[in-house]
């Protein structure tokens, strides 16, 4: 579970952390990844881990248009720029609700028989859920993608040049607004991994990414905005947190122990465990 | 400076004028209906004004006020369903409580910054929610329902006519501004302003940072949980999803950003055009359950927020609002 996560938390630290913009709708983004899952598997009966790819292609799209349509604007704010990008995103969230019930009705949905639900598979005699375990593989590769391209690519050097003076990168010919569509197309096909790999186990419908979004903000700050590699320990660390109260508290007060130990963290290091800005 | 004093004397007078009009309105209006939505939008407009003051004059963006809100109304309801305490008493409970929790909370998150702040004031306010949720004594998820001891202003119940809850509405909406409107002019006001547009110099300048953001803290609270104990007393039932949750946090917040955050008419302004809206396009619409009225809102968020990120205030002055307060 923490890998998973770690899996979402990786979309929003590249949006939330690497370009610094707010994103509201993060758990919206999900809830449509999930969808796309689902329709998939119902109209073209394409299983759930082959079209795990073109959903994260398909969301890709989607995140450079929001970012072209909404964000560019929403970043061009001379004043209270935070407010502003908290407020379009977060009707763009209630947008996305909105259209979802419109389209997909609130019913809950979920996919019958994938190749990998309900299986388990036992390593040194310990039972583990499959899909979960696929879940976990993923978000492994694709952190370390991430983490790759960030540090190895021009790309990924461009992306971060540009959060931190945009001005500066625009007199070495980087044009801010491709990157930065680039980076929210990125991020927002590492949700749809995320997305495609939770809607194997997990009930869909219009309201389910409010509960993951937070848990998600929690993760990447807990690692500190700007680290890649804080995100993926945030998501671990949020899982294994996530566990241990479980066990101690009654299940409905899980969240607690995730929200305390973000607390006790900020209190002592401000800016997370590997934050940078 | 002067044009300064002119304005302040100027938005006195009108809010004076307003405020009469205001209290002329219920004369002519006598739907149940309209008089609900013209109560819930005085509410907001009080609440997004004691966020203002917090979030727009002193720069800390706090997305967890739905805990002051909770614990004002849980506090009157607890107060008046187990004691019989009347629910006066409870408001000012609720309100001291929540400044004294605004101030313990505040003295290790206002050391934060930035996101950092944020998501801890959303985190904080998501651990109350989660506590009610679970607290049996306080009905736990259930919530608390208010029994009906027949409508007196001492037990502040009404059930026959709103227009006793419309005229609390408006005071306590008119107090949050005046209270606002004095604070611009004092020292605190200054040093607020001063913290948001730059708290290191500020303090190197001799604003003590930390107190000036735990004075606003305290004043903001107090102020929510006075109208959370108000809501409870209106809808005479609360449950920790209809008092408590991280949406309330942000639908206190949007009539203040919307309008214009940081001035003061901002948070009246974007409450007259946020919640009839909402509130129309829920009825009318939202009856069909396909999310329409969602989309309607979303829409409009997004659009305004873009349009105008100081805030629809500045269709109103000649100048950016921004230029009508001394640097």
Redesign the interface.
Known sequence: MGLLYGLLAVGLALI?GLMDV?NFAHGEFLMLAMYLTFFLFMFWAVDPLLSIPLVAAGMFVFGAVIYLV?IR??MR????????Q???T?????????????FF??DYRSIPASMLGGKTISIFGVFLPVAQLVGALISIAAFGALYFFMKKTDFGRALEATREDAGAVALVGIDKNKVFALGWGLGSALIGLAGGVMAIFFYIY?DVG?SFA?IA??TV?LGG?GSVFGAFAGGIIVGLVEATTAMIL?P??K??GI??V??LV??VR???LFGSI | MDSFTQRRRRDLILAAALAAIAACVPLFVKDVYVQNIMVLTLMYAALSQAWNILGGYCGQ?S?GHALYFGLGAYTTALLFTKFGVLPWFGMLGGGIISALIALALGY?TF??????F???T???A??GF??F??WDYAGAALGIDIPVRGDSWAKFQFTRSKLPFYYFALVFCCVAWFITWWLEDSKWGFWWRAVKDNPDAAESLGVVVFNSKMGAAAVSAFLTAIGGAFYAQFVSYIDPESVMT??FS?LMA?PA??GG??TLWGPVLGAVILIPMTELTRSFIGGS???????????????I??AR??GLIGLFSRRPA?KGVPQ
């Open positions: 939330f707010t909404i604007f929403a704010a001379k004043a209270n720029i935070g407010m502003v908290i407020f379009a977060f009707g763009l969230a209630i947008l996305m609700r909105g259209l979802a019930q419109f009705t609130p219009p409010a937070l903000y929690v700050a905005f009654p409905s007060l969240s607690v929200y305390a973000y607390l900020v209190f401000p800016r997370g | 963006i997305l290790p050391r934060l910054r930035g996101h950092y944020v998501i801890a959303i985190v904080i998501e651990i989660l506590l949720h679970n991280f949406q942000l949007l950003v919307l955050i940081g359950g396909r999310g329409v009225d969602l989309i309607l809102y979303g829409a409009v968020i997004v659009v927020s873009l990120p100081d921004s």
